[in-house]
Every structure is written in structure tokens, then in C-alpha cells.
């Protein structure tokens, strides 16, 4: 299993040029998570999903907009991209910890490699 | 707002030493605990978590964690540092259902042979 895969692993952008990030998962994981990394504030939620064809916003959803079209992947949109959406980029999965007997370990996430984006 | 503070952004220790990396929390629901780690240019592996239980959990690369209640803090221990455990360190806790993570901003742990 490749695990939490993303694609690009760098990228960078003028202001105002748009990209999407893509995330995709073979674990047959329910929940996916788009999160940015900036130095002295850790991982913040940017947008969620629980399911496919469902989608929620984070802790700082301005600027951004996804999609979950398919189970296994979730895609991070930037329409108009700004300096101030210069960070890190990390998707994550987990499997649903509501259902019915879950296991402990499903509210483990599980994280991708990053994806670096410079805006200029 | 909840939140999770990491007091130390960066911690130097000798090799063979032994090492605490500090977590606490705002007040909360019982919370469920995670340590990650992130080595440079690399994503977040999880390092252990409490959910329940015996308060002092263990996980991967020789690191445990105790749980505190009263003081709101689950500190992360190594008794003995090795150079490949350079990296920076994430406390993140779960409050309410639906998985939203809230980390900390991290410490990032040198280590000098």
C-alpha cells in the first residue's frame, strides 16, 4: 500500500495563477483532512471531508475550496492564489470513528509526504 | 477556543540524554492525545496516543508519554536521545467527534553528539 500519496511535491505560483492540489489514499479510508504548516502555529484544518461527495470547512477555509468526487481522493483548490498561502500543504485520511464497533486505531490519521507551495 | 500549547520551540540536548517535550491543553471534554513526529522534509508519524487507561502509554522509537489529568499535560519522555531523533515534535488533541485535530506549533528537538 502506498498509503497518503500527493501530488505535486513542490510547486510554485504567481499571484493570482490558480492550482490544485491533489491527495489520494488506498486505505479505503471514509475521512480525509487538507491541512497547512507554517512555522510557530503547527498544523491547522484548512477543509475536511467524511465521506464522498461531502466536504466541511476547518479552522481557516478562506481562499481555498475542495472536492471529493471519489472515495480515495480529495483535491485542494486554490482559485486566486495569494503570498499568504505560501506554507506547507498535508492531506491526511482516517477511517470513521462513528461507525458501529470502530476500533480505537480509527482515530488515527495517517499523513502525506507535504506538498511545499511558494506563492510570488 | 480550545487549544494546545507547546511552551518550548526548540530544546537542545546531548546525545544519551534524557529528554521531556511539554504539552497542555485548554480545559475540554476528555480529549484524546496524540505525540506525532516530522523529520525534516518528511510527513507527520505518529509517535503514540492515549485515549484511556493507564495514563503513561508507550509508543514507537523507545518514547512514552504520561497523561495528567489535573494539570492538563501530556508530556512526552525518552530516557536516552539518539542523533536520528533530531526532528520536531507535534502534541495534537482530539476533543469532539469528526477527528478535528488541533496541534500544538510544534518543538523542534537538536541534538548535540
Known amino acids: 500500500n502506498a498509503g497518503v500519496t500527493q501530488t505535486p511535491k513542490f510547486r510554485v505560483l504567481k499571484t493570482g495563477q490558480s492550482m490544485t492540489l491533489l491527495c489520494a489514499q488506498d486505505?479505503?479510508?471514509?475521512?480525509m483532512y487538507w491541512y497547512r504548516q507554517d512555522p510557530g502555529m503547527g498544523l491547522r484544518l484548512i477543509h475536511y471531508?467524511?465521506?464522498?461527495?461531502?466536504?466541511a470547512k476547518g479552522e481557516v477555509p478562506d481562499g481555498y475550496n475542495v472536492s471529493r468526487l471519489k472515495k480515495q481522493n480529495f483535491l485542494l483548490g486554490l482559485e486566486s492564489a495569494a503570498p499568504s498561502q505560501t506554507s506547507v500543504y498535508f492531506c491526511?485520511?482516517?477511517?470513521?470513528?462513528?461507525?458501529?464497533?470502530?476500533?480505537?486505531?480509527?482515530?488515527?490519521?495517517?499523513f502525506g509526504p507535504g506538498t511545499r507551495l511558494t506563492v510570488t | 477556543a480550545q487549544s494546545v500549547t507547546q511552551p518550548d520551540i526548540h530544546i537542545t540536548v546531548s546525545e544519551g540524554a534524557s529528554l521531556e517535550l511539554r504539552c497542555n491543553y485548554s480545559y475540554g471534554a476528555t480529549p484524546y492525545l496524540f505525540w506525532y513526529v516530522q523529520s525534516p522534509g518528511q510527513g507527520l508519524q505518529l509517535l503514540l496516543k492515549y485515549f484511556s487507561g493507564d495514563t503513561l502509554v508507550q509508543g514507537i522509537k523507545g518514547f512514552e508519554a504520561e497523561f495528567k489529568r489535573s494539570q492538563s499535560s501530556f508530556n512526552l519522555r525518552k530516557p536516552s536521545v539518539h542523533w536520528s531523533d533530531a526532528a520536531e515534535y507535534f502534541c495534537a488533541v482530539e476533543w469532539e467527534y469528526g477527528n478535528k485535530l488541533v496541534f500544538g506549533a510544534g518543538t523542534i528537538l537538536r541534538v548535540k553528539s
Open positions: 486505505m479505503n479510508h471514509e475521512y
Open positions: 471531508s467524511v465521506g464522498e461527495g461531502t466536504t
Open positions: 491526511a485520511s482516517s477511517r470513521n470513528p462513528g461507525l458501529a464497533g470502530a476500533a480505537i486505531s480509527s482515530y488515527e490519521q495517517y
